[in-house]
């Protein structure tokens, strides 16, 4: 079956950069996009960007502009984000979910920024 | 950017009753408007895509209409394990953003 399978939970310090990924298997990595979500605590869900795993083009929310790299490595059906810079409130549970209309969704890989 | 704002916010409601929760976009968004379940500490499930289709596997009580601006999900018969946050999300322009949530609770 489709599964996207994320990394652990991490703590870093303000002003560090984390690096999530997106393990992906049971369909073929190419054919689908990869979306990349966040949900701070008791907050809604804010889209961050997406990638293109067929040939790596990315689009990328404003909010996050500069401070956010996607990609991917198609040996091994895998999707990462970088986020640079981290913040206190980006303190959250960060998603992966598949294609257009997000129809999987990974378990997410909760961080915590605290110095 | 488009801005997705749903009614209610929160909701009480007791089993087998209807509800109607509805996501209301800033401008015109087709029917890029999908549909998500979230409880309590799980990552988000689909319910409806593309206004009103189903997704595979959702229970029949579920139901998506809508075009444009003004989007409904409609869950009939409601049960226990209805109760979570449901969530509208637009995929016509970007950012793709989500409404706020709704909350049910049961």
């Known amino acids: 079956q489709v599964q996207l399978v994320q990394s652990g939970a991490e703590v870093r310090k303000p002003g560090a950069s984390m690096k999530f990924s997106c393990k992906t298997s049971?369909?073929?990595?190419?054919?689908?996009?990869i979306h990349w979500v966040r949900q701070a605590p008791g907050q809604r869900l804010e889209w961050m960007g997406w990638?293109?795993?067929?040939?790596?083009?990315?689009n990328y929310a404003q909010n996050f502009q500069g401070r956010v790299s996607m990609t991917r490595d198609t040996s091994i059906n895998t999707a990462f984000m970088e986020l640079y810079n981290l913040k206190s409130d980006d303190t959250a549970v960060y998603y992966c979910a598949r294609g257009g209309y997000l129809d999987v969704w990974g378990k997410g890989t909760t961080v915590t920024v605290s110095s | 950017e488009i801005v997705l704002t749903q009614s209610p916010d929160f909701q009480s409601v007791a089993p087998e009753e209807k509800v109607t929760i509805t996501c209301r976009a800033s401008?015109?968004?087709?029917?890029?408007l999908h549909w998500y379940q979230q409880k309590p500490d799980q990552s988000p499930k689909l319910l409806i895509k593309y206004a009103s289709q189903s997704f595979s596997g959702v229970p029949s009580r579920f139901s998506g209409s809508g075009s444009g601006t003004d989007f409904t999900l409609t869950i009939n018969g409601l049960e226990a394990e209805d109760a979570a946050t449901y969530y509208c999300?637009?995929?016509?322009?970007?950012?793709?953003?989500f409404g706020q949530g709704t909350k049910l609770e049961i």
């Open positions: 049971g369909y073929t990595f190419a054919t689908y996009i």
């Open positions: 401008q015109s968004i087709g029917n890029n």
């Open positions: 999300h637009q995929t016509t322009s970007l950012p793709y953003n």
């Open positions: 990638i293109n795993p067929n040939n790596g083009a990315t």
